[in-house]
């Protein structure tokens, strides 16, 4: 990252570290020196080197079996691969909770207009004070809806607003009712400790571009080994044969697998700066800090408890609408370079702010500062 910009924002798209890309740009050479024996199957190149790295993710994520465990370019391409492979009938349910990302919603929607399924959309009311907050109304909508939901989804943590979900209850009040779930975990990997084996759900994808630190276009992706053969990549590519789940997924067409075979740098980059238990406990209580910090500050609030927490926080902004909250934001980016973005919810404009082992207190501190000095000369302008 460029010296001088305060990166608010991680949990959007990531950034990854020096040493990381360097160790791409090696891949990315011998690529390039001898692109045959790099791509094709039955050699020493990519395939062999993604091999290794979901041997490595199996261990890091606790899957059981590594052979459940496939590697994708982004959460996108693993929600859609396995909802759209899925055989629905017009009538079908997907579950959902209102504060899934919009790719899920689309998707949703998508195949509503192909296929007539339904979306049940569960409504979380914030503040949540209480897991309770978020299994009661799922529940009540399991009951309601009961055999005719074929799959639920639900984020690991959900992005806008950013907070922890009980994934393992999730799954266990949905396995009782014999639905499927698939766990999006976009932001947990790197953000917080993932235990597959534990938690047992039936697909999970989460993106290590995020907080992991690789390269963008790396997402480890889980699949029960029962639903395996039914789950193609939605690129079928011309290697694609019928239920082969790992060879499949193996090969999506002449694209860059680099960021795949980066994991082992990027795990490596973790050790450098004290281990996962280091990493996970600085963010979580830096972005403790900055939103208590920042709400005490604005005379506002946050919407969740500290234990939903893990390295991305959501503090209502001192602002009267959402037109002074982006003007807010474009006035701080232009004079200050500090990125944070801005959101809606309950029709209360928040900002969502990730912490980041580049960051620290301070830089929380300078911004709440800046917010302040800066709403009070954007409206002092428009007197
Ligand atoms: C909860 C959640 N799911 C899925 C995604 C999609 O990730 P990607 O753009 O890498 O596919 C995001 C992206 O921010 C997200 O926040």
Not at 260 to 285: C, K, P, T, W
Request: include cysteine; charged fraction near 20%.
């Amino acid at each position: 990252m460029i010296s001088g910009y305060v990166n608010l924002n991680h949990g959007s798209f990531g950034s990854t570290p020096r040493v990381v890309l360097e160790a791409q740009r090696a891949f990315t050479q011998q690529m390039e020196a001898m692109p045959d024996p790099w791509f094709r199957a039955g050699t020493d190149g990519y395939r062999q080197l993604v091999v290794e790295a979901r041997q490595m993710m199996a261990d890091y994520m606790n899957v059981t079996d590594p052979a459940d465990l496939t590697i994708v370019e982004n959460a996108s391409s693993g929600v859609n691969a396995v909802f759209r492979s899925m055989k629905f009938n017009a009538g079908d349910k997907i579950l959902i909770t209102s504060t899934a990302y919009s790719m899920v919603k689309n998707l949703c929607h998508y195949l509503g207009e192909r296929y007539g399924v339904i979306t049940v959309t569960v409504q979380l009311v914030f503040p949540l004070t209480s897991n309770d907050d978020i299994l009661r109304p799922v529940a009540a909508a399991i009951a309601e809806h009961g055999s005719s939901i074929k799959l639920a989804s639900f984020s690991h943590i959900d992005s806008v607003p950013g907070f922890i979900l009980p994934a393992s209850e999730l799954v266990r009040l949905c396995r009782a009712s014999g639905i499927r779930t698939f766990i999006d975990g976009a932001h947990a990997i790197g953000q917080i400790p993932i235990n597959i084996a534990e938690m047992d759900p039936d697909y999970y994808v989460t993106n290590a571009h995020k907080w992991l630190y690789t390269p963008r276009g790396c997402s480890p992706f889980y699949v029960r080994k029962e639903f395996q053969a039914e789950v193609s990549p939605t690129v079928v590519s011309s290697e694609w044969s019928s239920g082969q789940f790992l060879a499949n997924f193996a090969y999506t067409g002449t694209r860059d697998y680099t960021p795949f075979v980066s994991l082992r740098a990027a795990l490596q980059f973790r050790e450098s700066m004290g281990g996962d238990a280091a990493i996970h406990a600085y963010l979580r209580n830096l972005s403790w800090f900055a939103g208590t910090h920042l709400a005490a500050k604005w005379g506002t609030a946050t919407i969740v408890p500290q234990f939903m927490i893990g390295a991305m926080i959501d503090v209502e902004l001192p602002v009267v609408d959402m037109a002074e909250g982006e003007a807010l934001r474009h006035a701080i980016f232009e004079e200050y370079n500090m990125y944070f973005i801005t959101h809606q919810l309950q029709g209360r404009v928040f900002t969502r702010l990730s912490a980041q082992i580049y960051l620290e207190q301070a830089d929380f501190v300078l911004f709440g500062e800046r917010v302040l000095e800066t709403l009070a000369r954007l409206r002092a302008a428009k007197k």
